[in-house]
């Protein structure tokens, strides 16, 4: 079922932020938490240091209504950094690629698409784009290949 959520960033200290509005929302993480160094090693990029290990990949909470908030701490390490603005992404989950695509396309005009539609390695058909408007997108599409 497709759905919309929130993606917020953080300068390493989202499991604090989720731990609180864990507590305020009284509902429990889907999925676990997926740290940095859950991930294979990339192609091409650093290893992770020790301490970036340990940061938040991915966190998951339910909050009203169905709505998810999802978050992530930004990695200065790999070059990128948090400012008022780039911490908030709108998370689309579209049922189909084909549905991904055009959303992603639609999006991307007059804007910058800052990762290409992937197949990425947790299963989903995944890409980031900040429109015209300067607003962030990720699409997260679970039907993969």
């Known amino acids: 079922m497709a759905r919309v959520s929130t993606y917020l960033n953080f300068k390493g200290n989202t ?3 989720f731990q609180f509005y864990r ?12 740290r940095m160094g859950d991930a294979p090693p990339a192609p091409g990029m650093p290893e992770f240091s ?7 990949m991915h966190i998951e909470l339910p909050i009203l209504g169905g709505h998810m ?10 070059g990128h950094s948090l400012t008022v603005g780039n911490n908030v992404t709108i998370n689309l989950e579209p049922d189909t690629r084909a ?9 991307a ?3 910058e698409i800052t990762m ?4 990425a390695f947790w299963g989903s058909y995944f890409g980031m784009v ?5 607003m962030r997108w990720m699409m997260n599409c679970a039907a993969g290949k």
């Open 15 to 17: 499991e604090e932020a």
């Open 99 to 107: 549905e991904s695509d055009r959303l992603f396309q639609a999006l």
């Open 130 to 134: 900040v429109d015209k408007f300067g």
């Open 116 to 119: 290409p539609l992937h197949d």
């Open 109 to 111: 005009v007059g804007g």
């Open 50 to 56: 020790e301490a970036d290990k340990k940061l938040i």
């Open 23 to 34: 507590s305020v929302f009284q509902t429990e993480f889907v999925g676990g938490i997926m």
């Open 69 to 78: 908030l999802m978050g992530t701490d930004t990695l200065e390490s790999m």
